[in-house]
């Protein structure tokens, strides 16, 4: 609890996400290792105990193991960041668009199929949106949430973060109350805008924050968005937190949700109220040319990816 505790009183959280649904652990501890080093100091990983140890693993290699604290992410079946992408091969003409456009590269062909590794896809639907025979399909794969965390919550993680973006307020509430009967530490809650009217949104957040101390709360601006560096990209996420502090929430609040090395620049320039922000696509992108098999044995790989993390976190850092 101390970790998570001093990043909150900073008020400068620099949040990676790997990637709800990321598995591949050889990805994710080169990515803890690479931000970690560079100054981020909240690694968001998948509810799964290779996955949190494949980040302590970067953590550790990086000399940062007590600045950087661990969040689990874990989420209802219908929310954007628990989906895998499933092909249906009678559909798919096998024209290859899809393993051409995945950043994870999790879609490969094999025995004349185009199929998918679970461990590396995150959901992001790329795949689907370039798919013109829509043989793309999205299915969750964590079926029972808060039995995933049960085991977990005796390995020394520092935070858990509930993905609700959902229709359903009482399956929202049902899974909130689970975690919070099992777990006693730092609770943050992720949203969107997609599935509620803005006044909903607020009102659950506020039920939300009943009885529950410094609760993080995570504006997902445009899930899974953030592959450019513009303003307009990230101007969602600033919108909607702009959206909670006019509501007079006066929690933590990250930014996330096509953010980039711009957002905490305009949530400054529109004199928005944030307290960290949270970095997922964009962060991937600008390293992945880097992470290939030798990564930890390459030192020109590792200062081509520290110069750009590093170069990312200064930008984040100035305007929090």
Not at 169 to 193: M, T
Request: charged letters at 25%.
């Amino acid at each position: 609890m101390e970790k998570i505790k001093r990043i909150i009183e900073s008020n400068k959280c620099l949040k990676l996400i790997c990637g709800a649904g990321n598995e591949n652990l050889k990805e994710v501890e080169k990515l803890a290792y690479i931000f970690s080093k560079c100054g981020f100091n909240l690694i968001d990983v998948c509810a799964k105990l290779e996955v949190i140890n494949a980040a302590k693993s970067g953590i550790k290699r990086a000399g940062k193991e007590d600045e950087t604290a661990i969040c689990v992410s874990i989420g209802l079946q219908d929310d954007t960041h628990m989906i895998k992408a499933v092909i249906n091969n009678q559909k798919c003409t096998r024209c290859k668009n899809c393993i051409q456009n995945c950043m994870q590269d999790a879609i490969y062909s094999e025995d004349e199929k185009i199929q998918v590794d679970d461990k590396k896809c995150i959901g992001c639907k790329q795949c689907d949106n370039i798919c013109k025979e829509h043989a793309i399909i999205f299915e969750h794969k964590y079926k029972n949430p808060h039995e995933m965390l049960l085991p977990l919550i005796s390995e020394n993680i520092d935070c858990i973060e509930y993905h609700c973006s959902s229709e359903d307020e009482d399956r929202i509430i049902d899974l909130w109350n689970k975690i919070k009967s099992i777990y006693n530490g730092q609770l943050g809650i992720c949203i969107d805008r997609s599935k509620f009217g803005d006044t909903k949104i607020i009102e659950l957040l506020k039920k939300f924050n009943d009885n529950t101390s410094n609760l993080i709360i995570q504006c997902d601006g445009k899930p899974m968005s953030g592959g450019l560096n513009d303003l307009r990209s990230t101007l969602q996420t600033v919108a909607f937190a702009e959206l909670i502090r006019s509501a007079g929430l006066n929690n933590f609040l990250i930014l996330s949700g096509g953010t980039n090395a711009k957002s905490t620049y305009l949530a400054s320039v529109l004199e928005v109220n944030i307290n960290g922000i949270a970095v997922g696509s964009y962060a991937r992108k600008l390293v992945k040319e880097y992470l290939s098999d030798d990564f930890f044995y390459n030192q020109e790989k590792q200062n081509a990816a520290l110069n750009k993390a590093q170069l990312l976190t200064d930008n984040l850092a100035e305007y929090l």
